[in-house]
């Protein structure tokens, strides 16, 4: 800034160093103002020349705060752009100019000078933006030629600043600015009338491209080049360029069928210069057809002169398509109205048909629409009032819709339909008629009727079935449930809070039930299939099966449907199938180890005889003989026992009466059971006989007397009775299922404390036992059902708890007499017979027992240890063979098949088995056939003498007196 002016003394004449300084200061600021004049003269814009101006005045003038304004004739203001201070920024302001310092400046052109704010020439002024006042201030005018422009202005806040000088340089500085001033404006009018073209013209260019149809102009005379094509001709599959290089194009893409019309009626139009519309098809790139509608015209030169044609080509291809539309809906509805399934009329308000279709005349039984239209609607109605009340209806709503209701037809049927209609009324609110349609339902309506029978007849089913059908709800209440579960069927009317499903269920079974409705729950439309004990409401329980549907998302069900079957006596079934089944794998086992045993025991027993008969009397040998027997006979017995509870003894089987048999176990069965228990026998006089095993059905008795005494430690009755028994379809047994017919009952009851209901389903179970370790093998009474099956029986037991236990034997009953039970003597071991037999015998020790039994009896012994070896023995002798004694079961060849493969040439040949294998092996190979010498492994040698003895004389019987000691293994 530069240094500020001390004004001159009034009193005193400047001195000539005075003047001199002045002169040369004036100067420089002069030439300031020239180089400060080029940049202002050279300002573009009022930005530029506000920081020129600025920049010269503070180079020359003293200043704190300078402005630059611009007038506004009309509005009468003055501008001030953004200015400054030159310590804080001055906002642009807008001051009417009316009443201020600068309204002489503005209008008388003068310029102002103040020296102080208190100056009367010229007030000072407030800053804004800094709340500080002015003290000296310069104002002059921005002139160009009379015309005021704007104000140039300095300003600062010490007093008395601004000389003359001052004033000269700014007026200078104002003059150059106001030829900018006018010319900054003049560039800044012809930018924006700049602009305002361009941005015409964009807005010209943007709706000509933004539009749909295309925008062309061609040259006014032939060959009508185009001069220019909205983008919207490459809609039709050309780029805007091709349209310009090609003129033929658009000649080329009419249709054919259009293109001698258009180019007549287009060149027609132009060649007189008259407004062409017309409409007409192309066909563009893709080959799809296009209706365009093109409307153009001449534009002319002031003078009248055609300086181009210019048109809009409308793609109206939507429109002729949806006319097309109408015209074919048009058609589609007339065809509709004559082929639609439904009837469809218009009527009159008095009835009278205004139109019908066909299926209207078909439903009411006319032969065709003319004779249903000359028939009054009133009279189709079977009652009249009911057009009445659906009029009443439409004409108060405007329509009516699903009124069902009787017609007769033509022929005076009654029909049920469904009619909807609606008022068509004129511009006064009168009804002009009604329009309606009519579905014949009586198919329908018949079916409901049928469908609500057949709801009703599987109601009645439902609840009349023994399975029970229940709806739950999401809680698993019962909403719903059959007569079968004897409980209220409709749940949600009970009284007393809601049942659940789970208050019926055995609370071992619970946490089940409750994992089975989870499961349910979490699979809409699954099923979830389990096994429950529920309560029969008599204090027992029953096993259900159940199987749960998830239909909550299925209405009107919404629920989960539950059904529940009874299978206490199905599964009782499958537990039996279980036992038969393990029974069948034991016995498999038991049939193989007694083969084996009973193949030892044979040696062992047989040898220990023919030694006991070689010992002389008094030898000490025989007690050791003796024992090796009896330890022999107690391993025979084992075997029979293995055998008998898995049903694969052979039974020797005859008629006998059950009660001659308890009489003569009587002594034997107290020495047993103990002097604390006493024996109580009731015998029916009457009792039938049975076929049965005497030896067995000793062994079962036997055994049911010890099981009850050492259910009865201290002492008690053991109580054996008899009787007749008639069983009925009627009559039921614990557990067991009795085939209707006449038995022998024995019923063995002990008063002991009874059997625990845990205990009771496997008390026939091979092994099971509730004896301390070493007390039982647990074959007791496995041994008592297996006898019990082998003999056509039946067995099962019952008890009371502090009571006792029953056992119950149900035997077939026969009408066969009893045999004589007296037979002839065992016959000696020793002889002198002649003849020879053939031995086969796989068991090296067997066979060699069974050669040193026949040897002493005087035979000639062939030996052969399988049937093969058999018949190439006995085809290799020359000599007869008496007898063949053979084992049944061996290697390679059977007794059986080796027998049949020597009578081939030995026709007649006598034959004696022996086995030690279970019953149903012996059985498979046809061995227990009636008549059939059989000899039961393990067996005494006076057995196998006697049986040859016996069948070389022909006087063989399988009965029980040729029984020997030995074959009483069981």
């Given at each position: 800034m530069p240094p500020a002016h001390t004004p001159a003394s009034p009193d005193s004449a400047p001195s000539l160093r005075s003047a001199e300084e002045q002169a040369r200061r004036m100067a420089e600021r002069m030439r300031a103002v020239a180089i400060a004049g080029s940049g202002v003269i050279g300002a573009r814009t009022l930005d530029d020349l506000q920081r020129v101006l600025q920049a010269a005045c503070e180079r020359v003038i003293g200043l704190d705060v300078f402005g630059l304004s611009v007038y506004d004739a009309e509005r009468d203001v003055l501008s001030f752009p953004a200015g400054a201070d030159l310590h804080t920024h001055v906002p642009a302001v807008v001051i009417p100019l009316a009443g201020t310092p600068a309204e002489r400046v503005i209008r008388r052109r003068e310029t102002l000078l103040t020296l102080s704010s208190d100056d009367p020439a010229g007030r000072g002024a407030v800053v804004v933006g800094t709340g500080r006042r002015s003290e000296s201030i310069i104002r002059t005018p921005l002139l160009a030629g009379d015309r005021a422009l704007g104000m140039l202005c300095v300003q600062s806040y010490t007093p008395g600043l601004y000389t003359d000088e001052d004033v000269e340089v700014l007026q200078t500085l104002a003059a150059l600015a106001g030829t900018a001033l006018l010319n900054v404006q003049y560039l800044a009018e012809r930018e924006a009338a700049q602009r305002a073209v361009q941005e015409s013209e964009e807005r010209f260019r943007h709706l000509v491209t933004s539009l749909p149809s295309i925008v062309y102009m061609v040259e006014a005379a032939p060959p009508f080049h185009p001069m220019y094509v909205s983008p919207a001709a490459e809609s039709l599959g050309y780029p805007v360029m091709e349209w310009i290089r090609r003129p033929d194009l658009w000649m080329s893409i009419l249709h054919p069928d259009d293109r001698e019309r258009v180019l007549e009626q287009t060149m027609a139009a132009q060649l007189a210069g008259v407004p062409l519309d017309y409409e007409y098809r192309v066909v563009a790139a893709d080959g799809a057809v296009h209706w365009l509608r093109d409307t153009g015209s001449f534009v002319h030169d002031p003078a009248g002169r055609p300086l181009y044609w210019q048109g809009v080509m409308m793609d109206v291809t939507p429109q002729r398509q949806a006319e097309q539309a109408a015209r074919e809906g048009e058609a589609r509805y007339r065809a509709l109205f004559e082929e639609v399934p439904v009837g469809i009329y218009r009527t009159l308000p008095d009835g009278r048909f205004l139109d019908a279709n066909p299926a209207l005349a078909s439903i009411l039984g006319f032969p065709d629409v003319e004779s249903l239209m000359r028939r009054p609607a009133t009279e189709l109605y079977l009652d009249p009032g009911e057009r009445n009340r659906w009029r009443a209806q439409a004409d108060r709503e405007g329509v009516t819709t699903g009124y069902e209701l009787e017609f007769l037809t033509m022929g005076g049927e009654r029909i049920w339909i469904r009619h909807s209609a609606r008022a068509v009324k004129g511009p006064d609110g009168d009804v002009l008629y009604y329009e309606g349609s009519v579905e014949d339902i009586t198919a329908h309506k018949r079916a409901g009727q049928a469908l609500r029978e057949s709801e009703e007849y599987f109601r009645v089913l439902t609840e009349n079935s023994t399975e029970t059908v229940a709806v739950l709800n999401r809680d698993a209440?019962?909403?719903?449930?059959?007569?079968?579960?004897?409980?209220?069927?409709?749940?949600?009317?009970?009284?007393?809070?809601?049942?659940?499903?789970?208050?019926?269920?055995?609370?071992?079974?619970?946490?089940?039930?409750?994992?089975?409705f989870r499961a349910t729950l979490e699979r809409p439309g699954g099923v979830e299939v389990t096994v429950l004990r529920e309560t029969a409401g008599n204090g027992t329980w029953r096993t259900m099966e159940v199987t749960a549907k998830n239909l909550l998302d299925r209405p009107p069900v919404s629920g989960i449907v539950v059904a529940t079957r009874d299978i206490t006596e199905r599964v009782g079934l499958e537990e039996q199938l279980r036992q038969a089944s393990r029974m069948e794998a034991v016995g498999k086992l038991a049939g193989g180890i007694a083969h084996d045993f009973n193949n030892l025991l044979t040696a062992i027993r047989g040898n220990a005889d023919l030694l006991l008969m070689d010992a002389a009397p008094g030898d000490p040998i025989r007690e050791d003989l003796q024992e090796i027997r009896k330890a022999a006979d107690r391993a025979a017995e084992l075997i029979g026992q293995l055998l008998a509870f898995s049903r694969r003894q052979v039974?020797?089987?005859?008629?006998?009466?059950?009660?001659?048999?308890?009489?003569?176990?009587?002594k034997m069965l107290s020495r047993v059971i103990g002097e604390d228990v006493e024996i109580v026998t009731r015998l029916d006089a009457a009792l039938g006989e049975v076929t049965a095993d005497p030896t067995q059905m000793e062994q079962v008795i036997l055994n049911l007397a010890v099981n009850a005494r050492d259910a009865m430690r201290g002492g008690g009755t053991l109580t054996l009775q008899t009787c007749n028994a008639e069983w009925t379809a009627a009559d039921r047994a614990p557990n067991v299922t009795v085939a209707p017919g006449a038995y022998v009952r024995l019923d063995v009851t002990d008063t002991g404390p009874g059997i625990a209901p845990e205990v009771l389903p496997h008390i026939f179970e091979p092994f099971y036992t509730t004896k301390p370790v070493g007390a039982g093998p647990g074959l007791g009474l496995a041994t008592v059902q297996g006898v019990v099956d082998q003999s056509g029986g039946y067995v099962w037991a019952e008890t009371w708890a502090g009571r006792g236990t029953r056992f119950t034997i149900l035997l077939p009953r026969t009408d066969a007499p009893v045999p004589d039970a007296d037979g002839p003597d065992e016959a000696p071991v020793e002889g002198s017979a002649t003849g020879t037999l053939l031995l086969v015998e796989d068991e090296p020790s067997v066979r060699l027992l069974a050669r040193k039994v026949l040897a002493r009896m005087g035979y000639s012994v062939l030996e052969a240890e399988n049937g093969e070896e058999a018949i190439r023995v006995a085809a290799l002798h020359d000599g007869p063979i008496d007898l063949l004694v053979t084992d049944v079961v061996m290697p390679r060849l059977g007794g059986p098949e080796a027998a049949r493969g020597i009578r081939l040439t030995r026709p007649g040949l006598r034959v004696v088995y022996m086995s030690g294998y279970a019953e149903d092996a012996v059985e498979r190979h046809g061995v227990l056939e009636p008549g059939t010498a059989f000899v039961q492994k393990p067996f005494a040698p006076a057995s196998l003498a006697q049986a040859v003895r016996q069948v070389l004389a022909g006087t063989w019987s399988a009965g029980p007196e040729d029984e020997v000691e030995g074959d009483r293994f069981a």
């Open positions: 209440t019962i909403r719903y449930s059959s007569a079968a579960s004897g409980l209220p069927q409709d749940q949600a009317r009970a009284p007393g809070p809601p049942r659940s499903a789970f208050s019926r269920v055995h609370p071992d079974d619970q946490a089940e039930a409750r994992r089975a039974l020797k089987p005859r008629v006998l009466r059950l009660n001659d048999r308890i009489e003569e176990m009587r």
